[in-house]
């Protein structure tokens, strides 16, 4: 879609609402634990703020259901941001009313505002008309830059768009269309999809649809186990959700049927307990007779998995990854995540690495310059693979 950015807008001395996505993760302190979704916005943030405009930042954190919940308030990635721009970074603890009409009236050109978490409001999820008016709070200008909740059509991305005279899309949201879509129009082959995560459910969706794209679709993560239930394996304490196996028996049906490789992995590392100090074995590879014992659990690919996914990636010329292999968190069971990630970066590939749990893994490993791009988003970014409109993106000016 072509799109205005803000590249194609004027906005001097105008009052300019950003959207932003400062879903970050916190620890139990309340500290930012992984600024990549900060760090994406800088871009679009220095761009406006430079040009002279009245920048008032929003972005939702957290799932508060529409109550005011201190744990999700924006407060922490104000004093971040001010830190990674060497700058003040105003912050206002609301987003509507008084308080908020106040602070960005104050503004002058080349300042700029974060206002606190939108879905403290649940008249944002529900895209009220009301709430939208007084969320734009007579900006002249909307921009989108919030790639994570394009698929989402809430006050704060959609809504507001009818309450300004211009609007248009920030620097990563054009970055994450480019990689994401027009780059994967026509991939280069072989073209080598990755997922991981847990629930077949939530990846049925793009897996049809890259059926008639992929070459290799690599199953890794829980999800790997709904398909080995549904071939008759055993699959011990192994996570899985009963509706996905029914649904990945058809999956499998689908790639016999259209030629496509669908590589589930050999075989599994289980472990007697979901724990860093569990006793662990490397499984008899599946096809040998192998399977997870009763009161054990798979808590990542294995050995041979590890061998033959790396040797399909290192092959690869084009790589999407979205899921990590096992849980990596726990360092016993990171062998798989961090071989697959380490592959990724080796190869000549163009790689696009989307989801939170896969963009924090190659930080962890240190692989994050290593890859093409690092998509900020998750939901987003499946069902821009899947074909899907983003009512984000598709609200905004046309060029």
Not at 179 to 202: C, H, M, N, T, W
Not at 276 to 287: G, H
Request: glycine share 10%.
């Amino acid at each position: 879609m072509a799109k205005k950015t803000i590249r194609d807008i004027e906005v001097a001395g105008r009052k300019v609402l950003m959207r932003c996505d400062f879903n970050v993760p916190l620890d139990s302190c309340g500290d930012i634990t992984d600024d990549t979704r900060i760090l994406g916005a800088i871009p679009s943030i220095r761009h406006l703020s430079e040009h002279g405009a009245r920048l008032i930042l929003c972005s939702h954190l957290g799932r508060p259901a529409g109550e005011v919940k201190p744990e999700f308030s924006l407060r922490p990635v104000a004093l971040r941001l001010g830190e990674l721009l060497e700058r003040e970074v105003s912050f206002v603890e609301s987003c509507v009313g008084e308080e908020a009409i106040s602070a960005s009236a104050g503004l002058q050109d080349g300042e700029l505002l974060l206002l606190e978490n939108v879905r403290f409001h649940q008249e944002e999820t529900d895209n009220d008309p009301g709430f939208a008016s007084r969320l734009a709070n007579n900006a002249e200008v909307f921009v989108n830059d919030a790639f994570g909740t394009a698929h989402r059509a809430h006050a704060s991305t959609v809504g507001v768009g009818s309450h300004v005279n211009e609007s248009a899309m920030g620097l990563l949201m054009e970055r994450e269309l480019k990689y994401l879509s027009e780059e994967l129009r026509a991939p280069q082959r072989p073209f080598v999809i990755i997922l991981g995560g847990k629930k077949v459910s939530d990846k049925i969706g793009v897996i049809n649809a890259l059926f008639d794209k992929a070459d290799t679709i690599l199953i890794g993560g829980a999800m790997q186990y709904a398909f080995r239930k549904a071939q008759g394996y055993s699959i011990g304490e192994s996570y899985v959700v009963e509706e996905d196996i029914a649904i990945a028996g058809q999956l499998l049906d689908k790639a016999r049927q259209q030629g496509v490789n669908l590589l589930l992995p050999a075989d599994s590392l289980e472990a007697d307990s979901f724990s860093a100090d569990a006793a662990t074995s490397n499984i008899t590879p599946y096809a040998d007779g192998g399977g997870i014992r009763d009161g054990w659990e798979g808590l990542d690919i294995g050995e041979k998995a590890i061998e033959e996914f790396c040797d399909v990636i290192s092959n690869a010329k084009s790589i999407v990854w979205n899921g990590p292999m096992g849980v990596f968190e726990i360092d016993a069971f990171s062998r798989g995540t961090k071989a697959i990630a380490q592959a990724v970066a080796d190869s000549d590939a163009l790689s696009v690495i989307g989801g939170g749990d896969s963009v924090t893994a190659v930080k962890k490993f240190g692989l994050s310059q290593r890859v093409t791009f690092i998509s900020t988003g998750g939901g987003a970014s499946l069902e821009l693979l899947e074909g899907k409109d983003l009512p984000g993106v598709v609200g905004l000016d046309d060029i």
